[in-house]
């Protein structure tokens, strides 16, 4: 069976809305809900803000897990995150998310947007076997 995609996880996401996030801080886990995920340039991304404790995290240990749950599937799924200073994919992210535009700006020095890659997981049901994923 052929792994899953980035697109697959992609759609997932934005169908779930929000999905939980989990980072290590100084060897404790934290977990928090997300809702930001965008495609940009053929890479799945997330958004956070620089002042925010989730980022301290990320630029200490770029391994992170994602897990979320529509109802019926689940998706876990760990990846490394990096940072991407492009201003166009901080643009993009803000464009998907024109609610954000309150509190963020492509350009206002707190706007982050994370690159997901090195991605393996499964989505889950109960009903089936787990559907892996992979970019």
């Known amino acids: 069976m052929n792994p899953l995609g980035i697109k697959d996880v992609y759609d997932f996401l934005k169908k779930c809305g929000t999905y939980y996030l989990a980072t290590c801080d100084n060897g404790k886990p934290r977990v928090r809900p997300f809702g930001t995920v965008d495609l940009f340039n053929g890479n799945l991304y997330i958004q956070t803000g620089k002042i925010k404790a989730v980022s301290k995290q990320m ?77």
């Open 59 to 135: 630029h200490e240990n770029p391994w992170i897990e994602i897990c979320a749950f529509d109802g019926s599937m689940w998706l876990r799924l760990a990846c490394e995150v990096l940072e991407d200073d492009n201003i166009r994919a901080r643009e993009h992210m803000l464009d998907q998310y024109p609610e954000l535009k309150a509190m963020y700006k492509a350009d206002d020095g707190n706007t982050e947007v994370f690159c997901l890659k090195n991605a393996s997981g499964a989505f889950y049901s109960f009903s089936g076997e787990p559907k892996p994923v992979e970019f």
